[in-house]
């Protein structure tokens, strides 16, 4: 048992336990109801639909109206997008705990030098969460698929409507702002072509792209004939 105390709280493995940490406080808080997703929702936010409300007070990791968008793409392609990013961050961390853990008894240890230990012990933090990535995907795929099954269907009323591009916008992602009269919309949208829209374009939604939970758009004036 000392052994394993003595592992967990040096370098490397201190790196993610300390990190681990943070998530288990994180989590017991939010049992409380002391926090929520709130406390995050200024740099990452949206829902499985991109309306702008957290499904359960947890952010989505391929949620919409994020103020440095992009951040999330690489998690979104490597299959992790679709789940409350604070569920995303806690498997990615504890399974990165693990694997350092491994790495540290079974690896590091035979290693003869203290400063080849730590140059390992550097590799081995960021391999562990480069390994965690695919893990976690793999993981946390029920998840996903439970979560898209619990969501309510969109408002079909909303084709039609014209949108405002807030964020880049290609196959995998991008993000457009609907005005309805109250707080608005900020709905996830696609397009083939990345260089087609920019940033304040103005564009209407034509159709609703169901296994992504996104909607196809065209420009404004190619919409009316211009």
């Given at each position: 048992?000392?052994?394993?105390?003595?592992?967990i709280f040096t370098l490397p493995t201190a790196f993610y336990t300390v990190l681990?940490?943070?998530?288990?406080?994180?989590?017991l808080l939010s049992a409380l109801g002391l926090v929520g997703g709130e406390m995050?929702?200024?740099?990452?936010?949206?829902?499985?639909?991109?309306?702008?409300?957290?499904?359960?007070?947890?952010?989505?990791?391929?949620?919409?109206?994020?103020?440095?968008?992009?951040?999330?793409?690489?998690?979104?392609?490597?299959?992790?997008?679709?789940?409350?990013?604070?569920?995303?961050?806690?498997?990615?961390?504890?399974?990165?705990?693990?694997?350092?853990?491994?790495?540290?008894?079974?690896?590091?240890?035979?290693?003869?030098?203290?400063?080849?230990?730590?140059?390992?012990?550097?590799?081995?933090?960021?391999?562990?969460?480069?390994?965690?990535?695919?893990?976690?995907?793999?993981?946390?795929?029920?998840?996903?698929?439970?979560?898209?099954?619990?969501?309510?269907?969109?408002?079909?009323?909303?084709?039609?409507?014209?949108?405002?591009?807030?964020?880049?916008?290609?196959?995998?992602?991008?993000?457009?702002?609907?005005?309805?009269?109250?707080?608005?919309?900020?709905?996830?949208?696609?397009?083939?072509?990345?260089?087609?829209?920019?940033?304040?374009?103005?564009?209407?939604?034509?159709?609703?792209?169901?296994?992504?939970?996104?909607?196809?758009?065209?420009?404004?004036?190619?919409?009316?004939?211009?």
């Amino acid at each position: 048992m000392l052994e394993f105390f003595s592992t967990i709280f040096t370098l490397p493995t201190a790196f993610y336990t300390v990190l681990f940490g943070v998530v288990i406080c994180y989590w017991l808080l939010s049992a409380l109801g002391l926090v929520g997703g709130e406390m995050i929702d200024g740099w990452i936010g949206g829902d499985l639909h991109g309306h702008g409300h957290g499904l359960g007070d947890h952010t989505l990791a391929d949620g919409a109206h994020q103020h440095h968008e992009g951040v999330f793409d690489p998690l979104m392609r490597l299959g992790l997008g679709g789940i409350p990013i604070t569920v995303v961050l806690s498997t990615l961390i504890g399974v990165s705990w693990g694997l350092t853990y491994l790495a540290d008894v079974y690896l590091l240890n035979l290693l003869p030098t203290a400063l080849l230990r730590i140059v390992g012990g550097a590799v081995v933090i960021i391999v562990a969460f480069a390994l965690a990535i695919p893990v976690a995907a793999f993981v946390l795929r029920p998840v996903r698929k439970l979560l898209r099954k619990m969501q309510p269907g969109p408002p079909r009323p909303i084709l039609g409507q014209t949108a405002v591009i807030r964020s880049p916008v290609n196959r995998v992602t991008g993000t457009a702002s609907v005005e309805d009269g109250g707080a608005g919309l900020i709905l996830q949208i696609r397009e083939d072509d990345p260089e087609r829209f920019k940033r304040g374009d103005r564009v209407v939604l034509i159709e609703y792209i169901e296994d992504q939970n996104a909607y196809r758009v065209v420009s404004e004036d190619e919409f009316r004939g211009a």
